[in-house]
């Protein structure tokens, strides 16, 4: 597919931007604000870093004022990205071609909370570990909860429609949300929520459009605004890891946790056979771990006192029952704690021959069922081998299946494997590499009736060209629907294959 | 008045745990420094350095963790079943000495008391 449209930002634009923003200090053009906006934490083309800078930046503090950019950048087809966090694990705010780049940060500001009927209004440049600051005063708790607890926004979440760790309990992003005020790819503010209602859960009138603004990674609009559920704040914790001599024994404790009925389960997380020799070698509360520890399963809970102290004995019973044996208090909550926030983690990997290299961080996810877990776990690892033996460049860290269903432990699985990247090293030829191994991955995900993607999105060279031929009969009607809101194709072009939308003008304005 | 006294910055010398790893400090492993010399070039930390910008640090920000997610932390009030190995057998005499310390069974701490306990997570992915 060739280039959608090349950018035109000149000091006209730059102009009308800083006419619209109303503040200079917030219209960037200048070079260090916009490398500081070309890519996230996942692995990126440092060879090529020119080809992904935005043009401009802009930090908006108001709906109106995102509004009249997106009207701008219709009116001379000009790309426009959306940039949250900048966390994402894909390529979703990172520009393909240039363009003004949305950076949400300001608009950050709590506008509601809600005690009464459960909701908080925020703008989508909040955190959710500022949010809960705020909340906890109130005794409740927004409870997304991504590994990159401590540094994603809101705004971001939404539109990776991102997992939560606390699923099984609480739900993901997308059932967190009850409205939202999006900004369209031509300009209008609109509301979107179940129904009209603006926190209500649960509406039969109309469409349920909520949904669409949710995942599509910027291709849509803009989220300016965002009404949240509230819960009440956990009284308790309790989370417990067990040792596994064998990855299949863990693999059945895991499916009688999860089919215990206990309803305060939050998670239950899978580490294989790879993922316990990349930390025990890395990682202090593995390194300790005897060689018989070949996979682990942590199981988290929240809720009151009284539920957990009961449940908790369930649990341990449960831990055991195939042979598992519990790691002790110190590494279930540490680790546990831990596994809120895995940005701040030093990225370093091995060769072959042992030597420390840098390394970044690919993290390749799929939402898979629990039946095919084993077999992609051998299909995957098969891969990354091949690559690190023919590239040297690569290094598999290994394995997690977590616990994805909404509301419920059983079922779904985000599955993903963190294979390190020798960035430093990239030339178009690896780079290629691991396109080709990101897109051997996500096959292996299609052919055993998964998603190639269950939290970070199919934003990224590889398993976008794949998102066709999942979505399948039902790809004719994402087309139509995207060049019905998005008729000059301006908002994030280039993504999850979507050009195609324009086909007849070969991916070009029409 | 904190005194620093620069004699006593200077780590103890490393040794080995496990298989490439080696330990200064208790609780704080690393890398084999015989695994770091094409690609990384290893630092020289002080003392303070290591055990309190990086293990305290990362002790209070478990804490913190802990903090805005509940109230208190449940424990099943159990030791490890599994630590076998050369470093966990290093750090026998110290894990005696909490054991002492320990209440048995179901136990439940704030999250303040967890912090004073101190918290072992991890640090890979």
């Keep these: 597919m060739s280039v959608a449209m090349k950018s035109a930002v000149d000091g006209g634009v730059i102009d009308e931007l800083r006419a619209i923003i109303g503040d200079d200090t917030q219209v960037l053009p200048n070079l260090t604000s916009r490398v500081n906006r070309t890519r996230v934490p996942a692995p990126f083309p440092v060879h090529r870093w020119a080809d992904h800078m935005p043009d401009v930046a802009v930090l908006p503090t108001a709906a109106e004022q995102v509004s009249e950019v997106v009207k701008l950048a219709n009116r001379l087809k000009i790309p426009v990205v959306t940039r949250a966090g900048g966390t994402g694990l894909a390529d979703g705010a990172v520009p393909l071609r240039g363009g003004i780049l949305v950076d949400v940060k300001l608009m950050n500001k709590i506008k509601e909370i809600d005690l009464t009927d459960r909701a908080v209004t925020v703008g989508p440049g909040i955190n959710m570990l500022k949010l809960n600051e705020e909340l906890k005063r109130h005794g409740v708790f927004y409870p997304d909860d991504p590994a990159s607890y401590p540094c994603s926004l809101v705004g971001g979440r939404i539109g990776a429609s991102g997992f939560s760790l606390l699923s099984a309990r609480y739900g993901h992003t997308r059932d967190l949300v009850m409205s939202m005020q999006v900004v369209l790819p031509t300009g209008e503010i609109v509301e979107v929520g179940e129904g009209g209602g603006r926190k209500l859960r649960k509406s039969s009138t109309g469409f349920h459009l909520k949904q669409l603004f949710m995942g599509h990674q910027g291709t849509l609009g803009i989220t300016t605004e965002a009404t949240l559920e509230l819960v009440p704040r956990p009284e308790v914790e309790f989370a417990a890891f067990f040792a596994f001599d ?83 208090d110190e590494i279930s909550a540490g680790d546990w704690a831990s596994r809120h926030d895995r940005y701040a983690t030093p990225l370093h990997g091995r060769l072959r021959d042992g030597q420390v290299v840098p390394m970044s961080w690919h993290c390749e996810d799929a939402a898979l069922n629990y039946s095919v877990l084993p077999k992609v776990r051998e299909e995957w690892h098969a891969i990354v081998d091949r690559y690190i033996d023919e590239y040297g460049i690569f290094d598999d860290w290994g394995m997690f299946a977590y616990t994805s269903s909404a509301y419920k432990p059983w079922g779904d699985y985000l599955v993903e494997i963190d294979v390190g990247i020798w960035e430093q090293m990239f030339n178009e030829e690896n780079w290629r590499a691991w396109v080709n191994l990101k897109r051997e991955i996500a096959e292996v995900s299609l052919k055993y009736g998964g998603s190639i993607t269950s939290c970070h999105g199919a934003t990224r060279e590889g398993d976008a060209g794949l998102v066709p031929r999942e979505m399948g009969s039902a790809w004719e009607v994402v087309k139509r629907i995207k060049r019905a809101l998005d008729p000059n194709n301006v908002m994030n072009p280039g993504k999850q294959s979507l050009d195609e939308a324009y086909a007849s003008t070969n991916g070009k304005q029409p | 008045m904190s005194v620093w006294r620069l004699g006593d910055q200077k780590p103890p010398e490393p040794r080995p745990v496990a298989d490439g790893v080696v330990m200064r400090f208790d609780h704080v492993y690393e890398v084999d420094p015989a695994k770091m010399g094409q690609h990384v070039e290893q630092q020289t930390l002080p003392a303070w350095e290591t055990t309190q910008r990086i293990v305290a640090g990362r002790e209070d920000h478990l804490d913190w963790m802990h903090d805005h997610f509940a109230d208190s932390v449940l ?16 750090l026998a005499g110290k894990e005696a000495e909490d054991k002492a310390t320990e209440t048995q069974g179901g136990q439940q701490i704030t999250t303040e008391e967890l912090k004073n306990k101190g918290s072992e997570g991890g640090l890979g992915l």
């Design chain 1, 246 to 328: 064998d990855y299949m024994k863990a693999y059945q404790t895991v499916g009688r946790l999860t089919k215990s009925g206990l309803s305060t389960i939050a998670g239950v997380v899978l580490f294989d056979e790879w993922k316990l020799a990349y930390l025990r070698r890395d990682d202090e509360a593995y390194i300790p771990q005897p060689p018989w520890v070949k996979a682990v399963v942590a199981v988290a809970m929240y809720g009151s006192r009284t539920e957990l102290e009961a449940a908790s004995r369930r649990v341990m019973e449960l831990g055991r029952s195939e042979g598992g044996k519990y790691l002790g």
């Design chain 2, 75 to 90: 424990l099943a009030g159990e030791e490890s079943e599994t630590e076998t190995t050369e470093g966990a057998k290093l």
